[in-house]
């Protein structure tokens, strides 16, 4: 099983796609080059014949671990033997040598040692072969500098979150998505109201008047999205959209040296009912948008049908940050190409506690102060 690797022309080193430059750059040499740079090939997978340990891998703590444990240890023992049940597939790194291990769902990583990056070819062919992608558009300092800008607005954040070297931990990744065409037909029924009130001599009239609101219609939707990887949180990536479509390229594979990559392993039937609702959402929408000047309206039935539905598989760019807080895992994302954010953070009680001290301290100053004024 190959792996493709993209080296600098002028000396050799290993280059990546810049999101800044929207070019391929080495970092070695500082040479700058556009689309046409071309692949190595090697055979990077590694011979598995004598490597049971690695498929089947014992866990040495775990079979002398302590009978009572505590939370922390055993979050780490049953992290531990939930990697080892993994489909686990081993390469070798064509720069340095050094052993990789990558998840099954892995189309591009780097070298643990050497940083090079390294794409796995058989991961992105056949019927695995996105048929577009997005590019970056947001490079690894920005997404940095758009990170720590939210954390100023966020006094509470636990100081693990703004330490720099938590901060560097961030990661652009390819994230697989279906995206589809389809056309809709909805339905809107509902009840409406209108109140009219006025005088009449020493009376006060109020008309109402009731209608029965009936809206049908038809609309054509294009790359509406979801993401393909069980890896993901689906609400997480929702919140991401919209992406800049116009945008996307062809898919190269060249893109993604530099960056993570995962293949989908949900179907474009597994995401159908997640685009349904999407659609439905946005049909019943627009037709509830065309009923106006009644003083109430009372939905009483809905309906749609999705038709002509046709998907597509793309991968779209996200940065990702996540870390470990108080036994939980918070993760930040930031769409790659437009920068919209979205976040998980954590709330640090003790600067909780403080800060609700602080201000019922000063509030009861201040409340002092006036009555010894007032007095």
């Known amino acids: 099983m190959s792996v493709v690797v993209y080296k600098c022309p002028s000396c050799g080193a290993a280059i990546s796609f810049d999101a800044d430059a929207q070019k391929w750059l080495c970092q070695f040499c500082g040479s700058a080059f556009d689309k046409d740079v071309k692949p190595e090939s090697v055979d990077g997978k590694e011979n598995t014949e004598n490597t ?22 055993e979050e780490s023992y ?8 993994q489909e686990i597939d081993t390469y070798i790194c064509p720069d340095c040598g050094a052993k990789l291990m990558t998840g099954q769902t892995t189309a591009a990583t780097f070298c643990a040692f050497c940083h090079n990056p390294m794409i796995i070819q058989n991961r992105l062919s056949g019927v695995y072969k996105p ?20 954390l100023k607005k966020r006094f509470l954040v636990p100081k693990v979150f703004r330490t720099d070297a938590q901060i560097e931990e961030i990661n652009g990744i390819y994230v697989p998505f279906w995206l589809f065409d389809c056309e809709a037909w909805g339905g809107f029924h509902a009840k409406g109201m209108q109140v009219h009130s006025y005088r009449s001599g020493q009376y006060h009239v109020t008309v109402t008047n009731h209608y029965n609101i009936v809206r049908e219609g038809s609309a054509a939707f294009y790359h509406v999205p979801a993401d393909a ?14 992406y ?11 893109y993604l040296s530099g960056f993570l990559a995962e293949m989908y392993d949900e179907s474009d039937k597994d995401v159908l009912p ?25 939905p009483l039935h809905k309906s749609h049908t999705l038709t002509k539905k046709q998907s597509s598989y793309a991968l779209l760019p996200v940065w990702m940050l996540s870390c470990r807080y108080k036994e939980k895992n918070y993760i930040y994302a930031i769409n790659g190409q437009t920068g919209r954010v979205v976040g ?10 403080l800060c609700s001290l602080a201000v019922s301290i000063g509030t009861f100053l201040l409340c002092l102060a006036g009555g010894l004024l007032w007095a």
């Open 229 to 242: 990887s069980k890896k993901m949180d689906n609400t997480m990536m929702d919140c991401l959209e919209p």
């Open 78 to 85: 049953r992290e531990q033997e939930e990697f080892f049940e």
């Open 244 to 254: 800049q479509y116009e945008d996307m390229q062809d898919f190269d594979m060249s």
């Open 52 to 73: 049971e340990e690695i498929e089947n891998p014992a866990c040495p703590e775990w079979e002398t671990a302590p009978e009572h444990l505590s939370a922390e240890q």
């Open 344 to 353: 998980d953070l954590p709330v640090d009680v003790l600067k909780g506690i």
């Open 274 to 298: 997640r685009i349904d609702a999407k659609v439905e959402e946005a049909m019943q929408n627009m037709l509830r948008d065309t009923v106006k000047g009644f003083s109430s309206v009372v």
């Open 131 to 150: 048929k577009k992608v997005l590019p970056f558009k947001i490079g690894r300092e920005k997404a940095i500098s758009i990170f720590k800008k939210k």
